[in-house]
């Protein structure tokens, strides 16, 4: 049974940091990545890693600011976010599938996601 669960989430203000979690059950994935959705728009890619290389991909809009990482012996993915601008806020979702890709429709798992808001 495969089961992605996202954690960590929260109420942030402008310019705090944030560290999500993604503990992911059932199988090793080789690409494993967030995105996200704020109200009245649509599921967007932020951030994705491979694991057969580490190789590391991010949205303009986070890079610099936004940090992926994950412990394949614990099969858990982060996503550390700092400098944290109100544009951030919106449901971070985990996704998981065989390639690394900003399509979401490439993914074949996916968590519940995890609320981030982050305040003026």
């Known amino acids: 049974q495969v089961q992605l669960v996202e954690s960590g989430g929260g109420l942030v203000r402008t310019g705090g940091s ?70 951030d806020t919106g449901i971070y979702y985990c996704a998981a599938g065989y390639d690394s890709s900003t399509n979401p429709n490439e993914y074949n798992y996916w968590g519940q996601g995890t609320q981030v808001t982050v305040s003026l």
Do not use: P
């Open 18 to 87: 944030l560290r999500l979690f993604c503990a992911a059950s059932g199988r090793t994935f080789s690409a494993m990545a967030w995105f996200r959705q704020s109200q009245g728009k649509e599921r967007e890619f932020v951030s994705s890693i491979t694991l057969s290389n580490g190789y590391k991909a991010y949205a303009d809009s986070v890079k610099g600011r936004f940090t992926i990482a994950r412990d394949t012996v614990k099969n858990t993915l982060y996503l550390h976010m700092s400098s944290l601008k109100h544009e």
